[in-house]
T-cell receptor, first 115, second 113 residues
């Protein structure tokens, strides 16, 4: 266990559904991330939150909406997804700032299937 | 766009051999480098971090960094079948606002008994 938990671990949803992915880190970190990993493709960074400030990747469709209520919790709200959004969604956390190691620790991921 | 390049493999070595995984990166200003191991169907696991030129050893793993050549490698000594996984190289870039990791596509390693 890395100290980063994600729920649910598996999710099947229709294209008209709305669902949310949850991530919680117990490491005292101040930065959290959402990544997408599709088969045969490299990890794609979706969103970064550091000290609760969001950096948005402009290539992420608006059907993905992140929320970071505090430094320990991160959500990814999903709506009107497409089949090509089926992937492993990974949450990670790190300590950012002066003298930090910037080591990122990943949660177990949510395997999402859009039907 | 920062680039991190890895040999896609697959790399296949016999048990007990040394596995050598290589990675190059495009941004000369990068300062922090990481190796992750990812088993099939699982999430990436951090196994090595290196920040300065030279070698860093941790058990059977040795990371090597050469900033002048923009090259980082991972050696796995006495390879075991349990080392069979995809190894991801990652480079941290502080950027203008918030930092982020740039990942390579990964090298698939198979260690056969």
């Amino acid at each position: 266990e890395t100290g980063v938990t994600q729920t649910p671990r598996h999710l099947v949803m229709g294209m008209t559904n709305k669902k949310s992915l949850k991530c919680e880190q117990h490491l005292g970190h101040n930065a959290m991330y959402w990544y997408k990993q599709s088969a045969k493709k490299p990890l794609e960074l979706m969103f970064v939150y550091s000290l609760e400030e969001r950096v948005e990747n402009n290539s992420v469709p608006s059907r993905f909406s992140p929320e970071c209520p505090n430094s320990s919790h991160l959500f990814l709200h999903l709506h009107t997804l497409q089949p090509e959004d089926s992937a492993l969604y990974l949450c990670a956390s790190s300590q950012d700032g002066q003298g930090a190691s910037y080591e990122q620790y990943f949660g177990p991921g949510t395997r999402l299937t859009v039907t | 766009q920062k680039e991190v390049e890895q040999n896609s493999g697959p790399l296949s070595v016999p048990e007990g051999a040394i596995a050598s995984l290589n990675c190059t990166y495009s941004d000369r200003g990068s300062q922090s480098f990481f190796w992750y191991r990812q088993y099939s169907g699982k999430s990436p696991e951090l196994i090595m971090s290196i920040y300065s030129n030279g070698d860093k050893e941790d058990g059977r793993f040795t990371a090597q960094l050469n900033k002048a050549s923009q090259y980082v490698s991972l050696l796995i000594r006495d390879s075991q079948p349990s080392d069979s996984a995809t190894y991801l190289c990652a480079v941290f870039d502080r950027g203008s606002t918030l930092g982020r990791l740039y990942f390579g596509r990964g090298t698939q390693l198979t260690v056969w008994p």
